[in-house]
């Protein structure tokens, strides 16, 4: 191997490291355009987003869209109080029949004896409890809004058709009863 081979070598070597970049200032004008430039399309495209007053996606009328994202969470119901409890077959007509009529999502149907004994074995308490907290597939109260009272009627009612005999819970003493009851004097 001669020294000019070598020195040709080392020539070509260093012609292939070369990259556009060659000055100082060319360095400084790379770091700038690669991290200053970006930094402010950023600010500039952030500004263009946040400035502008801008709706809900699908809110056509924008205080409608506030009232109903800002309205209350609860709500009062004034209810008559001494109106007069449903029976036991009005509640299970308003309320029970949709699962219990057809037996859907496992619930027993209505005047079926052998889906309803191993229920009424277990005592009216135990079906009242489970109608008025739930069970499986069914809500609270059957999803309905009734008196627990009313509630312990349908289960009642439900049972007797199946041969259970429970008695029919009666209502609440009502207050003007009360209240008219003689006072035994000490």
Not at 1 to 12: C, G, K, L, R, Y
Not at 61 to 81: P, W, Y
Not at 95 to 104: D, F, N
């Amino acid at each position: 191997m001669s020294a000019n081979d070598h020195t040709t070598a080392t020539d070509s070597h260093d012609e292939a490291h070369n990259g556009p970049i060659k000055t100082p200032k060319q360095l400084l004008a790379a770091v700038f355009f690669s991290f200053v430039i970006p930094i402010f399309a950023i600010i500039g495209l952030v500004y263009s987003i946040t400035s502008s007053n801008k709706t809900a996606p699908g809110a056509v009328d924008t205080e409608k869209a506030v009232a109903m994202r800002i309205q209350r969470v609860g709500s009062v119901e004034i209810r008559d109080a001494n109106r007069a409890l449903k029976s036991g077959e009005e509640v299970y007509k308003a309320q029970c029949t949709a699962c219990h009529a057809a037996g859907a999502a496992g619930a027993p149907k209505f005047g079926d004896t052998a889906a309803w004994a191993p229920r009424i074995k277990t005592g009216y308490e135990a079906l009242l409890t489970s109608a008025l907290k739930g069970k499986g597939a069914m809500g609270a109260q059957g999803g309905g809004d009734y008196e627990n009272t009313e509630i312990g009627r349908a289960v009642v009612y439900l049972t007797a058709a199946a041969g259970g005999k429970f008695a029919i819970p009666a209502g609440p003493a009502a207050p003007a009863a009360a209240a008219s009851a003689p006072v035994a004097a000490k």
